[in-house]
């Protein structure tokens, strides 16, 4: 017999699903709205921290804490880089300041009403902050069911729950792409202009950076491996990457104002992005690429054009997201040349 929480829960899955599917009905989309927005930092008011991932997820944690996302919160702000930063942008606390906060730490709102670093780039930074979608993300159908005896339909529906209430699961890697490219684009124009940070990660790219160092992808192995992603994932993984480094972008070039590094920085980065999806959709076929194509094709690179470059890269992410969510119709190996190796992974 189910407790009464798991029954809830397993309803709340079942009322999500069929809210899921009216709106399909109704709008012929399935890309959830917060996928049409741009990656947000997690909100301090929803974060749980680590210790509520850990019970399910140990083996992906301990990965965590070896990597440099989570050093970041011991060594980030002794960085001799990171206080020039900060005293040319007249900031007194690295780990106080929104600006920094936002990429490099996670935050939570504490019971006394106070903000907090708890952490550096961690598990709800990447993947939302779990207040809204803990609870349904480990519901396998009710009381003493674990993962393995959990039904298929359950499974799409819970994830289908999962993503609505605010996660950022895997199963749609765009969503993850996203939360990389908020951070590895700098979408702030004094940070960079005045600050002399960087405009983002230029080199970054999807696969290489996210199945080394940080990969930890045990799931499937139920918690024994540590398992590098299948060719299918990894071809789409590549492709999406592309998606979303050109929609965040977009994103940072929308806020640009002066013909200075930032702003041309941004701009040819967006343009590049776009010309490597060019030549993807040279050598695949796929309705979508060419979709995002067209959609790139009808805006401008140029300063103070925001609400144009908003649009565009709301119309990308939504494409990005069904890109990744339907992948069986469309074949991808003829990139495997292309896609980094493991032995180029960081």
């Known amino acids: 017999m189910q407790t009464s929480r798991s029954h809830a829960t397993s309803c709340t899955i079942a009322a999500i699903a069929l809210a899921i599917g009216a709106t399909c009905a109704a709008n012929t989309s399935s890309t959830p709205r917060k996928a049409m927005e741009p990656a947000r930092p997690a909100d301090p008011h929803k974060v749980l921290s680590n210790e509520a991932c850990i019970k399910c997820h140990a083996p992906s944690v301990e990965v965590w804490r070896r990597t440099p996302h989570a050093k970041t919160f011991d060594e980030l702000h002794r960085r001799p880089e990171a206080k020039l930063i900060a005293k040319k942008l007249q900031l007194t606390s690295i780990k106080h300041d929104n600006r920094c906060v936002a990429c490099h730490y996670t935050q939570q709102h504490t019971a006394a009403g106070d903000l907090h670093v708890i952490a550096g780039v961690s598990c709800e930074s990447c993947h939302g902050a779990a207040k809204d979608w803990n609870d349904l993300h480990h519901d396998y159908g009710g009381e003493g069911l674990t993962r393995k005896d959990e039904s298929p339909e359950h499974r799409t529906q819970r994830i289908a729950a999962s993503i609505a209430a605010g996660m950022r699961n895997p199963v749609n890697v765009y969503l993850v792409a996203q939360s990389c490219l908020r951070c590895h684009t700098t979408a702030d124009e004094q940070l960079v202009n005045v600050g002399g940070h960087s405009a983002g990660s230029l080199d ?62 941004v701009a040819k980065r967006a343009a590049r992005a776009a010309a490597r999806l060019k030549s993807v959709s040279q050598k695949v076929e796929s309705p979508t690429i060419d979709q995002i194509l067209e959609v790139f094709r009808g805006i401008s690179l140029k300063l103070n054009n925001e609400q144009q470059l908003v649009t565009a890269a709301n119309e990308i992410a939504a494409l990005g997201y069904q890109f990744a969510e339907q992948p069986s119709s469309e074949d991808l190996s003829p990139l495997d040349t292309f896609i980094p190796k493991p032995d180029r992974y960081k």
């Open 204 to 265: 970054f790219e999807f696969v290489s950076w996210s199945q080394g160092t940080i990969r930890h992808n045990f799931s499937l192995s139920g918690g024994q491996t540590n398992q590098v992603r299948s060719p299918e994932k990894l071809r789409l993984m590549f492709v999406a990457g592309m998606i979303a480094e050109l929609e965040a972008a977009l994103r940072g070039t929308a806020v640009a104002t002066q013909k200075a590094t930032y702003g041309v920085t």
